[in-house]
């Protein structure tokens, strides 16, 4: 009866540490899966940063073209709801 308990404390030993290697190759490949991940979102944000820091000529010509119409001397005529754009008065037309 002895033998028999020392086998099957000796097959549960060995199975303890074919499990364990088992273990230890399952969290390298888990790391090195983690790390990939890291590095392609890394990559992934680097790139949509990059490209929402570049404007492009076309909206820089906008905002020029929408800043250029702001400093055009306007005339104002009458008294009504428009904003005179010269002197922040109510009028009736500006041209």
């Given at each position: ?10 097959l549960i030993r060995l199975n303890l540490q074919s499990l364990n290697q ?74």
């Amino acid at each position: 009866m002895s033998l028999f308990f020392s086998f099957l404390i000796n097959l549960i030993r060995l199975n303890l540490q074919s499990l364990n290697q088992e273990f230890e190759v399952m969290k390298k490949i888990i790391y090195l899966i983690s790390v990939l991940i890291l590095v392609a979102i890394t990559f992934n944000l680097t790139i949509v940063i990059n490209h929402l820091n570049s404007i492009s000529y076309m909206t820089l010509q906008n905002i020029e073209a929408l800043s250029y119409a702001e400093t055009i001397n306007k005339n104002c005529v009458g008294v009504g709801s428009l904003d005179c754009p010269n002197s922040n008065i109510k009028v009736k037309l500006v041209y």
